[in-house]
DNA sequence: AAAGATTGAAAGATCAATCTTG
DNA sequence: CAAGATTGATCTTTCAATCTTT
């Protein structure tokens, strides 16, 4: 609030923010369009169908899904009901124990994760991983971390790959 | 299509596209949050803003605006018709040369650009610019212009910088 | 009452169709 | 008819309120 003691960017610190933002809106927009295109579904689906589809049982509870799309639950709600509809998962309110709900990837649901991913992948490659330097890539992966941790630090944002180091 | 020719990610391409695809989907929420929070406007709105207070004129015309802003110019149509019922624009047919249109910031909409920018550049800094090493910011701006280039080869985006290096 | 999740209404984005001017 | 821009319909997201289970 207090104007005066702005802290400004510099024109360097300018140059790269701008980059940036046209960066996070333009990625994920050229994604939604290649996998719009070719298979009718955002990149939103996209990533529910292929985190689900990387745990054994295929299956996983609505919070945890959230977390690992960076959704909101009502947002991811609504998301899951249409894919439901669709056919492409199914949703089961564990009687056990809790008030908790998984989602389950149904074989049509998997295979259509079979079936998008490759071209996904190839555009993944095309536009960022093939297209930047090897280090390069290594400090996107820094600065995401660690811009990740600074919105919310208690995110465990390090689920799969803390073995992984 | 041809799906036994797909080029897979290896582990560190998999970690950093895991990382950056959550950093593209959060960054731009998290500025959402605080400038919807502290100034009832989204990033968006104020990035169609600050990009017309810093024309001499505040001026620009709506297809020039929509490249700057990274949006369609039907997005951009919506937006800015909420915009100048707000009072913080104003739209005009030119009617000597062609059917543009320009959209012009009004004074109230330049006072709340520099009512806002302060929080929106703290909060840029705090996630951003002041959490990673100088190197990685500039690795960051060089990724963010590849990708750019890879999405639209023939966008001229280096505008203002172009004259700045 | 709090956690986990869903819902409906309101706001925003996208898509296709349209309008206008050159 | 093409370029620049707008519009209306539809789909998605967000926000606040609600429901259920512990």
């Given at each position: ?47 529910i169908m292929a985190v689900l589809s990387e745990r054994d049982d295929r299956t996983l509870q609505m919070s945890d899904l959230a977390?690992?799309?960076?959704s909101s639950l009502s947002r991811l709600s609504h998301a899951v009901k249409r894919l439901e ?81």
């Open positions: 609030m207090r104007d005066s003691e702005t802290k400004w960017l510099t024109r360097d610190e300018r140059s790269a923010w701008l980059a940036t933002a046209a960066l996070v809106v333009r990625l994920p927009a050229a994604l939604d369009t290649q996998l719009q295109a070719d298979e009718g579904i955002s990149f939103f689906e996209y990533m977390a690992q799309t960076s509809g669709a056919g492409y998962l199914q949703r089961e309110r564990l009687p056990g124990s809790g008030r908790r709900t998984c989602a389950t990837l149904t074989d049509a649901g998997f295979a259509k994760v079979v079936a998008t991913a490759p071209g996904h992948v190839r555009r993944v490659r095309e536009l960022l991983i093939d297209a930047v330097a090897p280090a390069d890539l290594e400090a996107l992966r820094r600065v995401g971390e660690q811009v990740l941790h600074q919105i919310d630090p208690d995110d465990p944002w390090l689920l799969d790959e803390v073995s992984g180091s």
